[in-house]
């Protein structure tokens, strides 16, 4: 099997937010200022161990173990002597080992800078997000089920020194503190407080930096006392461990601790361990190239399967982070939400990307706790995400037990839909529609609604079309098929429900889809009558909807979506007695062959058009002695898509499409 060699190349530099001074620490400015030269992280195939691995690799370099990272991942942190080879050797050396997965270097990671300037004593965000409407329906803590719902810190807080905090500390309950034994068997001993990576004991610690994130997560509500987080009743779970800076291997033994806790939650129908559903990140490596953290990234991925979800806060500085990098919010994972800032006017001052930032959340002038015992503004992504893995938490304790009921039986399934509500039911502005995924910024009220939607039972008999799968804008004909998913979101099992279709309020097409769903089960459906959609340039408004007697809840019953046919209308006419061909070369050439059987006298014009039907390129003929033209045609400068060439006179002529790679 090839294995990928992974190399560490940085664009840019770390940029720390410390919140505590540090003004005498030198920042980095190179990748030598970053790199730990005698060390590796490795992540092995199951049942490999460490020591397999010290034993295959030569002797003389003086590879060891320094720890085991994570058992879950089988990931492990080896030195060597970096004054007899260096890390590129190293990990060419264990690539070429077949036990191995992956690996990659062990470099130094860096809090955020941002300001620390209290303008604000009110906490303007709060109302901005609905989080007042949403409070509504709940305020946090637990599930509709009784369990206590957990965000993970990954860093130190002063939760349990801060007064507006220590309500909301996560503690084992299930370990006995100080009594030198691992009580609930989950690896790890007299972890009551939580856990400290560099120390390994229940040290969490007073971290500023840290104190301010846990304030938006879940700072005590309605207790006559401060501010509030997100939740007014959430248990925060603090995994410490590391000053400024700290290192990869040190954020993968620290993602390590929920991950434990949460498989034990799982696989105990949450008799142990502790429901953690969301972990939270601000801090990071300013131009990180994903490529080149693999393990780190692949972390998110694990979390996720166990029905975690990763909040991270993308850099403050205003960059395009699909350009530039940016570690952890550029990680490929499904389960990394990569949350960007937004001041009162919803206007980002932040990192930005539309393929890798996924939402906005307030973070300019943020009034929250502070390291002090006391309450203070500050700014910046690292408040940002904070208050995205809070309202994740607060989804967690909706009054809807079919939601648990997911939760227990597919936990990944039910973080799939906490994300989607929380990235489908963001306020949507014209600003953020150019900086982030999906437009806008974080709404607490409507997120919660689509989730509960989604979810949660509210009838007996409850159908309807959950969404359009097909068709999409494009190039579309006069027999298109129709694909949308019909749900149950009612308690009882449901079949042969009439469903329908019609385009731009036309007469409906009504069939039947003979299935069977259960619960909350959905299924596809393709209408057997095709829809004409061929009218060139057009936007058609389709609707689908269900028609089941009884329904209960008709709300649900129609989904409607927009289609374009972007195909162009030429209108050909011919020239009589001619040939046109168009041959595709390699390299995005083409051969375009016009050939003529009788005297052309008009000029003949070679045009190349885009699916807006501009012209990006037009060339005059001239025929050859046997009366025939051709053009050799280079589009390597031009966009990859589908365009359309046409050949022929200012009055008549032929068109052929074409798709530049």
């Known amino acids: 099997m090839k294995k990928e060699i992974i190399f560490c190349v940085f664009l840019g530099w770390f940029v720390a937010f410390g919140i505590?001074?540090?003004?005498?620490?030198?920042?980095?400015?190179?990748?030598?200022?970053?790199l730990i030269p005698d060390q590796v992280i490795v992540q092995m195939y199951p049942g490999v161990s460490g020591e397999e691995i010290v034993r295959l690799m030569p002797q003389n370099i003086g590879f060891q173990i320094v720890e085991l990272l994570s058992p879950t991942m089988n990931i492990w942190l080896f030195s060597f002597d970096d004054t007899v080879t260096n890390v590129n050797s190293v990990l060419n050396q264990v690539h070429e080992l077949p036990q191995v997965n992956l690996a990659q270097e062990n470099t130094w990671v860096y809090f955020r800078e941002v300001p620390n300037d209290p303008l604000y004593s009110n906490q303007w965000q709060h109302p901005k997000i609905q989080l007042p409407e949403a409070w509504d329906i709940t305020t946090g803590g637990t599930t509709a089920n009784g369990h206590d719902i957990v965000v993970c810190i990954i860093e130190s807080a002063n939760v349990m020194g801060h007064a507006d905090l220590s309500p909301n500390h996560w503690k084992n309950e299930e370990e006995i503190p100080n009594n030198g034994i691992d009580d609930d068997g989950n690896g790890y001993i007299d972890d009551y407080n939580g856990w400290n990576v560099a120390s390994n004991n229940d040290q969490i610690g007073t971290g500023a930096h840290g104190t301010q994130v846990a304030g938006m997560i879940g700072a005590k509500g309605n207790n006559e006392l401060g501010v509030v987080g997100a939740n007014?009743?959430?248990?925060?779970?603090v995994v410490a461990g590391y000053n400024q800076p700290f290192n990869q291997a040190q954020i993968v033994k620290a993602y390590e601790y929920p991950l434990k806790m949460r498989q034990m939650w799982n696989d105990s129908n949450g008799a142990e361990g502790a429901f953690v559903v969301a972990t939270n990140a601000s801090w990071g490596i300013d131009n990180g190239n994903p490529d080149d953290y693999p393990i780190w990234c692949g972390v998110y991925d694990t979390l996720g399967q166990e029905g975690i979800l990763n909040c991270g806060a993308t850099t403050n500085n205003n960059v395009n982070v699909d350009v530039f990098g940016d570690m952890p919010t550029t990680c490929p994972s499904e389960f990394m939400v990569s949350v960007t800032a937004t001041n009162s006017n919803d206007t980002s001052f932040t990192g930005y990307g539309l393929t890798h930032v996924d939402v906005a959340a307030p973070g300019s002038n943020i009034y929250t706790t502070s390291g002090s015992g006391s309450y203070g503004s500050t700014s910046g992504t690292s408040f940002a995400s904070p208050y995205t893995a809070g309202l994740i938490g607060l989804m967690y304790s909706i009054p809807c037990q079919s939601f648990m009921d997911l939760v227990m039986t597919d936990p990944q399934a039910a973080a799939e839909a906490v994300r989607d509500a929380v990235f489908n039911g963001v306020d949507v502005t014209a600003h953020l529609e150019g900086r982030v995924k999906y437009g806008g910024r974080i709404n607490a009220k409507s997120t919660i609604d689509l989730l509960m939607e989604s979810v949660c039972v509210l009838a007996n008999t409850d159908v309807g079309v959950k969404n359009f799968i097909a068709p999409v804008s494009g190039e579309l004909t006069n027999a298109e098929a129709i694909t949308i998913t019909v749900r149950n979101y009612g308690a009882n099992t449901q079949s042969n429900i009439p469903v329908y279709y019609n385009i731009d309020g036309g007469a409906n097409v009504t069939e039947v889809f003979t299935g069977t769903l259960a619960s909350m089960e959905e299924a596809t459906y393709t209408f057997t009558t095709l829809a004409d959609l061929s009218t060139p340039q057009h936007t058609y408004t389709l609707v689908a909807g269900t028609n089941l007697v009884g329904d209960e809840v008709v709300s649900n019953n129609e989904k409607s979506v927009e289609v374009t046919n972007t195909t162009l209308s030429f209108n050909d006419i011919p020239l009589d007695n001619t040939e046109f061909?168009?041959?595709?070369?390699?390299?995005?050439?083409?051969?375009?062959?016009?050939?003529?059987?009788?005297?052309?006298?008009?000029?003949?014009y070679l045009k190349v058009y885009n699916t807006l039907g501009q012209i990006v390129a037009q060339h005059l003929l001239e025929a050859s002695s046997d009366g025939s033209y051709q053009y050799k045609l280079n589009m390597n400068y031009h966009a990859s898509g589908v365009y359309y060439v046409r050949v022929g006179t200012s009055s008549h002529g032929s068109t052929k499409k074409i798709i530049v790679q």
């Not at 007014?232 to 779970?237: A, F, H, I, N, P």
């Not at 061909?581 to 003949?604: A, H, Q, S």
């Open 20 to 34: 505590q001074a540090q003004s005498d620490e030198k920042q980095p400015t190179s990748y030598e200022d970053i």
């Open 581 to 604: 061909v168009v041959v595709t070369l390699e390299n995005n050439l083409f051969d375009v062959l016009f050939t003529t059987y009788e005297p052309i006298d008009e000029n003949i």
């Open 232 to 237: 007014w009743d959430v248990k925060m779970m």
